[in-house]
T-cell receptor, first 116, second 115 residues
Framework: DTGVSQDPRHKITKRGQNVTFRCDPI?????LYWYRQTLGQGPEFLTY????????KSRLLSDRFSAERPKGSFSTLEIQRTEQGDSAMYLC??????????????FGEGSRLTVL | DQQVKQNSPSLSVQEGRISILNCDYT??????FLWYKKYPAEGPTFLIS?????DKNEDGRFTVFLNKSAKHLSLHIVPSQPGDSAVYFC??????????????FGKGTKLTVNP
């Protein structure tokens, strides 16, 4: 148990619907990351927050994707008008306390999205 | 372009023998390198890391070697156990003074340890 919780674990939706994923990170850390993993690929960076500020977004994050982190605690990742290409595992991660120097990220178990 | 490359999609070894997983990178500005292990339907689990100023780091059965001149690192698992069967990802930390900090991952190598 890494202390990073994600919900839901699995979401099946029809193309065109909106979906939202939630992440509750390790409580004492102010950084939170979202990654996406598709079949046969490694995790790909999407975006990260320091407290409530979104500091960087990947070009993978199209305008159908939006992430928020109100009050610097939990975070949500919303995908609007889902497409079949959005089917993937969405991973949330945060560093453990003291790991900023070494770059270690602790990942949640992921939210798997299947778009039919 | 892929900055972290794992050229072997799969590796099969016998229990008790050594497993060697390889990784190459292109960005000389990476400052830390990490290995993660992933089981199906779970998130990646951190295994071991190494600073770019070191050439070796050891933790139990796991040793990571870094060759900066070749931009190459490897993970050695000795002795290999069936429970080590998983997908292993190599990752590198990209850090800039402007506050951008993230891990860049390879595509992974699936290790199978046969009893």
């Amino acid at each position: 148990d890494t202390g990073v919780s994600q919900d839901p674990r699995h979401k099946i939706t029809k193309r065109g619907q909106n979906v939202t994923f939630r992440c509750d990170p390790i409580s004492e850390h102010n950084r939170l990351y979202w990654y996406r993993q598709t079949l046969g690929q490694g995790p790909e960076f999407l975006t990260y927050f320091q407290n409530e500020a979104q500091l960087e977004k990947s070009r993978l994050l199209s305008d159908r994707f939006s992430a928020e982190r109100p009050k610097g605690s939990f975070s949500t990742l919303e995908i609007q008008r889902t497409e079949q290409g959005d089917s993937a595992m969405y991973l949330c991660a945060s560093p453990r306390k003291g790991a900023m120097v070494t770059g270690e990220l602790f990942f949640g178990e992921g939210s798997r999205l299947t778009v039919l | 372009d892929q900055q972290v490359k794992q050229n072997s999609p799969s590796l099969s070894v016998q229990e008790g023998r050594i497993s060697i997983l390889n990784c190459d990178y292109t960005n000389s500005m990476f400052d830390y390198f990490l290995w993660y292990k992933k089981y199906p339907a779970e998130g990646p689990t951190f295994l071991i890391s190494i600073s770019s100023i070191k050439d070796k780091n050891e933790d139990g059965r796991f040793t990571v070697f870094l060759n900066k001149s070749a931009k190459h690192l490897s993970l050695h698992i000795v002795p290999s156990q069936p429970g080590d069967s998983a997908v292993y990802f190599c990752a590198a930390r990209s850090y800039s003074g402007g506050g951008s900090e993230k891990l860049v991952f390879g595509k992974g190598t699936k290790l199978t340890v046969n009893p």
